[in-house]
């Protein structure tokens, strides 16, 4: 049974009824907000949403999620209301040969909103980790259900050292950001991601001339850099990072060769070292 949501005065709860206020609006990206106390996956919860002909701007907030995913099924877990766990319907109108670039938006928007909020040097690992310099403070999923895309963050806030899933993950509160507080950083990514949206959405998906592109790559930890590539089939790529294209593909150069990756094609980037 979960416990009651003020046992931990250092972990309060989000209020629904707050964040719709600031945050829905006419004419906004936003149409609805709900806050759960637990939950499997808020994916999940979006893409039973969607079958029922959920408008795009849906966003689920989970407290307590017990089957949250990665990419690729690996799991994601955090103590109740110790970080941001939730997810977005979006009804993208630009190509499909362009969509790939949503999860990096959406990673983008949420490594810009830590930076003004909580005021730490966040970077973006290709293709959907959010990085205080080596370890992992948030991650991004996207999944395609018809013709809607639902984008998953899992954000750690106030998660303590011995909380840790892993030992290559961190929180704000590890971190000493200025704010771990969980109200104010949710209204700016929300605020984030759709002002980069609706700028990716009026220029058709140009990642070029919406600006996107290289807002992302100058707060890239992957770009620039000699990588390893795990691919499957126990197959590794190294390399050189050199870019990221118009469809949201890792480009590395190897071997006199340039490789385009996609984050289906991919195990993990890791940096590489001699």
Partial sequence: ?????????DRPPLSQAALTRALVRPGGLWS????????????????HAVRDGARQGAVVVAESQFAGRGRLGRAWSAPPRS???FSVLLRPDPPMSTQGWLPLLVGLAVASAVRKVAEVDVRLKWPNDVLIGERKLAGVLAERI?????VGVGLNVSVRPE????????SLFIEKAACADRDPILR???????????????ADGDVEACGLRAAYLAVSATVGREVRVELPGERVLTGT????????????????????????????????TS
């Fill in 163 to 170: 909380e840790l899933p892993v030992e290559t993950a961190t």
């Fill in 32 to 47: 609805g907000i709900s806050v759960v106390d637990r939950t499997g996956s808020t994916n999940a919860d979006l893409a």
């Fill in 188 to 202: 700016a990514v929300l605020r984030e991601i759709e002002t980069h949206y609706r700028e990716w959405s009026e």
């Fill in 241 to 272: 990072a050199t870019g990221v294209d118009r469809a949201g593909h890792l480009l590395v150069s190897s071997k006199g060769e340039e490789h385009t990756l996609s984050a289906g094609d991919v195990v993990h980037v890791r940096p590489h």
């Fill in 1 to 9: 049974m979960l416990d009651s949501p003020f046992t931990d005065l």
């Fill in 146 to 150: 018809d013709s809607a895309v639902i």
């Fill in 83 to 85: 970080g941001l766990t």
